[in-house]
Structure formats: C-alpha cells, structure tokens
C-alpha cells in the first residue's frame, strides 16, 4: 500500500481545528451574498489568491474579516457540516474543534445562534457517519483576561456540551500567565485544559501554559525543541503537542516543509499528532498535512501509523473509548 493510500485508510483523530479556519471561500461568497455584505474581493478566486500570509497576525486579520459572513443559525450549522463532512471523507472518525465565541459575540451575534447550528451538524453528523465530536471554547488572547472571564460566564447554558477550554489568536506580547485566573475556573467548572503556545512564542509560553494553566495539551508547541530541559518534560509527563505542519508552512514558521520538526520530535519520544488548524486558509485538510509530510521528510509506515495512533492517546475520549481505535 502506497502511504498516500494508508493515510486516507487510517482512522484518524484531529485535535486542533478552529471551525472558523474551515471556512471555504466558495461558502464565504455565498454567505456574503446572502446576507448582502461586501467583501474587498470580486470572486471566490479572488479570495483564494488573497491567502498568501507573513505571519500569524496577518493570518488573523484575514481570519476575523472572513468570519464576518457568519451571521444566522444556519450559518454555522452549513460552516459544521461542511468540515464533519469532510472528516467523513478523510477517515477521520473523532475531532475536537475550537470554536470562538468572542468572535461572534463582539458583533451582536449570540451564544445561542453559534451553539445551536453548531450542535445541529454535529447531532446530524453523528447520525449520519458515526463521528465522535467535543467542543473546545477558546479565548481570544488579545482580548483581556475580564473578556474571557465574562465569555466563560456567558457559556454556563452550554457548559454541558463544551469539553475543554483553549486560548488562541496573537501570541506574542500576550503569554499564558495573563489568563491564570480564567483557566483555575475552568479546570474547578470540570473542564479540560488547552493552549496555543510555542508556535510563534517563546519556550517560555509552553512552561508557563503547563506550570501556571496545567494545560491537559499544548496546541503547536513546536518552539520547545529550543529548551531541552522543556523537551524532557513533555516526553516525561507525555503531554501531547497537536503539530499542524501546513500551518507552520503558511505562517512562515519554517521556510520549507522540509525543515519541519514533527518526526523528530516523534522519534525524540515526543506524544505528537499532526492536524489541520485552519484548513481552508492553509491550503490542506487533514490527510494533506500528511501527505506534506511524506512528500517533504519521506515519512515511514511506522512514523505514519505511529501520528495516528498518538492522535487517539492525546484526545479526550475516555480510555474504553480510545481502546476501539489503538
Ligand atoms: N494560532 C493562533 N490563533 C489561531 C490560529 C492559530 O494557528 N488559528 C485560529 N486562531
Ligand atoms: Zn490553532
């Protein structure tokens, strides 16, 4: 079996993924249509060629203007659908993906209109193809430490469908440390615990995303390589690190998908997966981050079946759950 054909016949978890980074140009144009807003382009090609980032920042700022079109229920429900339709064709049987709120709510739309299309795709998807689905609320972390405490306060209706909290956007100049207070309450509500850190921060980021958070995962993570003290820790304690290496690409991380670090880490020890981020601005699903990996780093078999067992050890299924797929 080619490893093209053994990526797309693995099942597989994805656990970094932000819904709003799945949405396509084609829906985005047609949402824009809908509800007669005027994006700064004239096609979805248009769209498309607008995806050439420098950073993470000029990333976001795209990222935030395209959520935008996201306006009624059925906004979300369509921008679900799409993505856990897409897992279905990928083989991915269980994702847990991050959506948002603060993006929304800061522009009048409510908790209730997001959460519900959300979870309509998801009743509808577990139905339809068996997937296995949790939510991850994240923090804006440009926003204040306050701003996330009220968004965790806004939630409470919808505690009982949301399985984590996470912090993401701008990294740098806002580091773990600011939010303590907001994930302390998080972890007493009962809420797993995870964190972008060390994708475009410092190693410092990560120990204070596990020192002063006691994040359950680090989402990137892939700056720990500079510290080996860190380096030791993570294999050690076996924290996961959710890689998504097309990501890292497109946000000029690294310069070429050949200088990328994930099989290192792998082979290190390390407990990595590989994942998809925001497919649809980074230019690959899933099985395409692998595929980028086999075509750059001549991933083995072995590596290869080793990130998809590794994607069901770091997820939040219980153990019974993780045993059908390990
Ligand atoms: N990093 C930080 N924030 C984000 C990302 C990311 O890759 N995607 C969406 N929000
Ligand atoms: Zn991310």
Not at 174 to 197: C, D, I, M, N, Q
Not at 260 to 284: E, M, Q, R
């Amino acid at each position: 079996m080619s490893l093209k054909h053994l990526i797309s016949a693995l099942p597989k978890a994805e656990l970094h993924l932000h819904i709003e980074g799945s949405l396509s140009p084609q829906l985005m144009w047609e949402l824009a249509q809908k509800h007669h807003i005027s994006l700064p382009y004239h096609s979805v090609e248009e769209i498309e060629k607008a995806y050439n980032f420098s950073d993470l920042q000029s990333f976001l700022d795209l990222y935030y203007a395209g959520a935008d079109v996201l306006r009624n229920e059925d906004d979300f429900y369509q921008l679900m659908m799409a993505y856990l339709q897409r897992c279905h064709q990928e083989n991915v049987v269980h994702t847990e993906i991050m959506f948002d709120p603060q993006t929304h709510t800061d522009r009048g739309v409510p908790f209730s209109t997001f959460m519900k299309g959300f979870l309509k795709a998801v009743q509808v998807a577990k139905g339809e193809y068996g997937i296995s689905v949790k939510l991850i609320m994240s923090f804006l972390r440009h926003l204040s430490e306050a701003q996330a405490l009220q968004t965790l306060r806004d939630a409470e209706a919808w505690y009982d469908v949301i399985d984590a909290v996470g912090l993401d956007s701008s990294e740098l100049g806002h580091p773990p440390e600011k939010f303590e207070r907001v994930f302390a309450e998080a972890r007493t509500l009962g809420f797993k615990v995870v964190a972008h850190a060390g994708e475009e921060g410092p190693p410092d980021y990560i120990w204070q995303a596990i020192n002063l958070l006691s994040v359950d995962r680090i989402d990137h993570g892939v700056r720990c390589q500079e510290d080996e003290e860190l380096m030791e820790l993570i294999k050690q304690r076996q924290i996961p690190l959710t890689v998504c290496p097309l990501s890292n690409l497109k946000l000029c991380v690294i310069d070429d998908m050949s200088q990328h670090n994930i099989l290192k880490l792998l082979d290190a020890g390390l407990l990595v997966t590989v994942n998809s981020d925001d497919p649809t601005y980074f230019g690959g699903f899933l099985n395409e981050n692998f595929e980028a990996l086999d075509v750059a780093l001549g991933m083995t078999e072995a590596q290869c079946r080793q990130l998809a067992k590794n994607s069901f050890t770091a997820s939040f299924l219980s153990e019974e759950e993780k045993q059908k797929w390990i």
